[in-house]
């Protein structure tokens, strides 16, 4: 019997590397679309590295539709898309929001046409937190409303959830038959990815300089960098930095892989459904700091800076609804993300 194969858009990325991964080890045939655009080639060395099993790539701009979907067709049928490919710098969004708006939204519409074209029956899509915005509550659930996006980046992320909700609602509808013969979707909100494959054959290795927090500690304990600015130190939490959801990245492509049985086994009861993804836990950056310092024994040259435009004081998710309905649940802690961090970190790029 053919194994299910399935279209993993930025399938070079951080996390679609890692999740093809996860998908290979699972059983599954992928073919990855990946234009390299802040990825490398070299991921797919490292999933060969780990897996043995060499991909297919193809190199197409996916907000192109009529070329994605011309160069994608010979490739099919498949039986699910996970959606990753998107520019996600919050502080580049600001300075570019049109070539976000481009490259974010346009291939979000190509995957809708893909699944149309190419008669796909189940997507699933990388969303973000930062949909949330400050929230007001913690844990953040689900049903917490969207706040207004403080970036191009997030405002992205908030429109293309708001077109994949409608067009799977709008196919339930048009089409009246019951869930099992139409499309379904879902929207997976992570919280802070971070950390790298157990192996250290792959890890995080975008062509933008990182900017996100343990990047920035292992490039500073490396002696990449001088030294880690603390973005603010007075903020209302237990001891002043910001409070973030740190998940790692293994535990993140899991998810995807039970997200995906899912809809492939028909369990989805909704034609659209959302999910946080975290572990459900806070950990500050001063924290932080100290489970690298703690995990890998090397220590960091850091200094308390002012605040960073835009960050939110303290999230992290209510992860309820993704454990009882996909039955996931984090395997790894900051621990492990920091350990494994610093081990990518001394092998990436050699
Ligand atoms: C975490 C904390 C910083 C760097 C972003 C995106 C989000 C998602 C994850 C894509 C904050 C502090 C950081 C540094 C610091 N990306 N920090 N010094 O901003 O929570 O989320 O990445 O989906 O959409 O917004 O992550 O790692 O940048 O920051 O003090 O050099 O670390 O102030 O409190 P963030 P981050």
Redesign the pocket.
């Known amino acids: 019997m053919n194994k299910p194969k399935i279209l993993v858009t930025g399938g070079c990325g951080y996390i679609g590397s890692h999740t093809i991964v996860d998908l290979l080890d699972s059983g599954y045939d992928v073919v990855s679309i990946d234009n390299f655009i802040n990825s490398s080639p070299s991921a797919l060395k490292g999933i060969e590295a780990i897996t043995g099993k060499k991909i297919e790539n193809i190199d197409c701009d996916l907000s192109d539709t009529s070329d994605a979907i011309q160069r994608t067709r010979q490739f099919g049928p498949f039986d699910g898309i996970i959606h990753f490919a998107a520019l996600?710098s919050?502080g580049e969004s600001v300075f570019q929001p049109l070539r976000y708006y481009h490259n974010n939204i346009g291939s979000t519409l190509t995957t809708m046409k893909m699944m149309e074209e190419l008669n796909i029956p189940c997507l699933i899509f990388s969303s973000?937190?930062?949909v949330y915005g400050s929230p007001e509550k913690l844990p953040v659930t689900e049903d917490t409303p969207f706040s207004k996006a403080e970036n191009p980046?997030g405002a992205t992320k908030q429109a293309c959830e708001i077109l994949y909700e409608q067009y799977f609602r709008s196919l339930s509808v048009q089409s009246g038959k019951s869930l099992a013969s139409g499309k379904s979707g879902v929207s997976l909100r992570?919280f802070?990815?971070a950390g790298a494959h157990l192996s250290a054959l792959l890890g995080e290795s975008s062509l933008n300089a990182p900017?996100?927090?343990?990047p920035?500690i292992t490039e500073t304990a490396i002696g990449l960098r001088g030294q880690?600015?603390?973005?603010?130190d007075d903020y209302p939490t237990r001891d002043g930095?910001?409070i973030?959801d740190y998940i790692h990245v293994m535990d993140l492509a899991r998810a995807h892989t039970l997200a995906l049985e899912h809809l492939l086994d028909h369990k989805q009861t909704e034609p659209y459904q959302v999910y946080n993804l975290g572990i459900g836990e806070g950990v500050t950056?001063l924290e932080a700091i100290h489970a690298f310092e703690v995990a890998t024994g090397v220590k960091v040259n850091y200094k308390i800076g002012p605040r960073?435009t835009g960050?939110v004081a303290a999230i992290y998710a209510d992860n309820n609804l993704i454990t009882q309905q996909l039955h996931w649940k984090p395997a790894m802690d900051i621990n492990s993300i920091m350990s494994s961090a610093w081990e990518w970190e001394k092998v990436k790029g050699k």
């Open positions: 996600k919050v973000s937190c930062t980046y992570y802070n990815p900017t996100n927090l343990v920035v880690l600015m603390v973005y603010g930095s910001c973030r950056v960073r960050d």
